[in-house]
């Protein structure tokens, strides 16, 4: 089993910048490709970005591509967003989550992730 704890939310203006720590227990967690999913009020947690066991292999939803960068530090068991020239629209709960995929590969779909953490606020202000 991995537990996950994230870090590093808060309050920033529009065009700022934010980093999410997301650390993982167990001696296992080089074996999990890590995603990053968020979910704003009233809305459907969607995928923002993932990456795969090695990191050799990464993906990012459209609304955060050339913005967000995933990584991730395996002897650190920590995966990393870091987030860039955010908009209001950025305002949400982020949620780390670890998942084994066959392969150096990363999943984009919600279900498919087995372990959550309990999330970190973002709140971008205009």
């Known amino acids: 089993q991995v537990q996950l704890v994230e870090s590093g939310g808060g309050l920033v203006q529009a065009g700022g910048s934010l980093r999410l720590s997301c650390a993982a227990s167990?001696?296992?967690?080089?074996?999990?490709?890590m995603g990053w999913f968020r979910q704003a009020p009233g809305k459907e947690r969607e995928f923002v970005a993932a990456?795969?066991?090695?990191?050799?292999?990464?993906g990012y939803a459209d609304s955060v591509k050339g913005r967000f960068t995933i990584s991730r530090d395996n002897g650190k068991n920590t995966v990393y967003l870091q987030m860039n020239s955010l908009k209001p629209e950025d305002t949400a709960v982020y949620y780390c989550?670890?998942?084994?995929?066959?392969?150096?590969?990363?999943?984009?779909?919600?279900?498919?992730?087995?372990?959550w953490g309990q999330g970190t606020q973002v709140t971008v202000s205009s």
């Open positions: 990456i795969s066991w090695s990191g050799g292999s990464k």
């Open positions: 989550a670890a998942v084994r995929v066959a392969g150096d590969s990363y999943a984009s779909r919600r279900g498919a992730y087995d372990y």
């Open positions: 167990g001696r296992t967690f080089s074996t999990y490709a």
